[in-house]
């Protein structure tokens, strides 16, 4: 049993540069409240297979997870982090709105292994409330980077 939460979120910057700054997921500090720190694990391009070592803080806890990028499109990017007890899931989609505006579709989800599982239903409005403040973030962060 997963937690999965979606957020529509419209973004002031072309589709292209969205996904660009998505895609270099060490920026999640900037947009994700969640994240204490994040950051590249492996040099070069960001591409397929790139990894992060992202810190969270969740209910009073930090964990780190190793987040692999393994699908790269021009229109979706898809992220997954997995430690010994959560797997986690960021799917980003895109749907340029204008020439200057994006719908972005934020799909997160948590997969939680072993005991932890048995958490699972009881963390639902948490992380809600985690997908609330993103979808509050993530616009502002992205807008102000570009600049």
């Not at 409330?129 to 502002?140: E, F, G, Y």
Request: proline share 4%; with cysteine; hydrophobic share 40%.
């Amino acid at each position: 049993m997963a937690i999965t939460v979606r957020r529509d979120i419209l973004v002031g910057l072309p589709l292209e540069d969205l996904v660009a700054y998505l895609g270099d997921f060490s920026r999640t500090e900037e947009w994700d409240p969640g994240t204490v720190r994040c950051v590249r694990v492996d040099e070069g391009p960001v591409q397929v297979g790139s990894v992060w070592r992202n810190t969270s803080r969740f209910r009073g806890r930090t964990s780190d997870l190793l987040y692999r990028l393994v699908s790269e499109e021009p229109d979706r990017l898809l992220f997954v982090g997995e430690n010994r007890t959560v797997t986690a899931t960021d799917d980003l989609s895109f749907q340029a709105r204008s020439a200057t505006t994006t719908l972005l579709t934020y799909t997160a989800s948590l997969r939680f292994k072993g005991w932890a599982r048995l958490a699972t239903p009881f963390l639902r409005s948490e992380f809600e409330k985690l997908a609330d403040a993103v979808a509050d973030r993530l616009p502002s962060a992205a807008t102000t980077h570009r600049r």
